[in-house]
């Protein structure tokens, strides 16, 4: 049973890690291959890459660090020693989004767009090494009103976020909206944090890739180590010789 446990694991290691690593180097190839457009010059129907700074006529804005954004996602988690346990998020779109660059602005439906190399922000008030300027007692309000009681344990909350003026690249399918041109929401619309050249530059699915492969081929030989092992030899236990009886002696009584 442990040894078909290990090999299933290593065989779905090495699957989902080749899996990744292709889907990873099939995107950036699509990436590579739309040449970049102008935002003025993109026209309904084609399939573009627009490199610029997002903007938003209605911007949101974090509501316990104040930072104007595009859209973010904020998670509070509670902490009481090892145990964790997420209390809510909350996510958030601006109105309006646009995307600039130097020929102008191109409408983004960002509500539906898949995301990509978002910085992540996490703050643990109160903590010994804390530097995030957050008060424990306005996260405390905070989470009060979402969930209706007062946490009386640790708190940790992590934000997700795309600020206004954020660099990006957006590939996507161009439609004419009420305004003008517009990058429409779908799956095949992708905002990625970062200039054209850091975003061509990442590489983190392809590292996780790697450990996982790593991770599935030593599985693997370690299963099939286990399965030609040769099994300890059973020890043999020799007979022993019965012990012949002597006669009864005379006038003994028997048992």
């Not at 708190?155 to 990006?168: I, M, P, T």
């Amino acid at each position: 049973m442990a040894l078909a446990v290990v090999l299933l694991l290593g065989v779905g290691l090495l699957l989902g890690g080749g899996g990744l690593l292709l889907w990873s180097k099939a995107r950036r190839a699509r990436w590579r291959a739309l040449p970049r457009s102008r935002a003025k010059q993109a026209r309904p129907g084609t399939s573009v890459k627009v490199v610029g700074r997002l903007r938003a006529r209605e911007p949101v804005r974090t509501p316990l660090t104040g930072v104007d954004c595009v859209y973010y996602r904020l998670r509070v988690w509670e902490e009481d020693g090892d145990n964790v346990r997420q209390l809510f998020t909350e996510t958030e779109y601006a109105e309006g989004w646009e995307l600039e660059d130097e020929s102008g602005r191109i409408g983004l439906e960002g509500a539906e767009a898949s995301f990509s190399f978002l910085d992540e922000h996490e703050y643990s008030p109160g903590g010994l090494l804390d530097t995030s300027g957050l008060e424990r007692e306005e996260l405390l309000r905070y989470v009060q009103d979402k969930t209706g009681r007062v946490p009386e344990k640790s708190l940790r909350l992590k934000e997700e976020r795309l600020e206004l003026g954020d660099s990006v690249v957006a590939v996507g399918q161009v439609a004419l909206g009420k305004r003008g041109p517009v990058l429409v929401a779908g799956p095949k619309l992708e905002v990625m944090r970062g200039t054209e050249q850091e975003v061509q530059g990442y590489r983190d699915p392809d590292l996780i890739s790697w450990v996982m492969l790593a991770a599935g081929v030593l599985l693997c030989v370690a299963a099939g180590a286990w399965m030609w092992e040769e099994p300890e030899p059973v020890p043999v236990v020799k007979d022993q010789p019965l012990k012949r009886l002597g006669p009864a002696r005379s006038g003994a009584r028997s048992e």
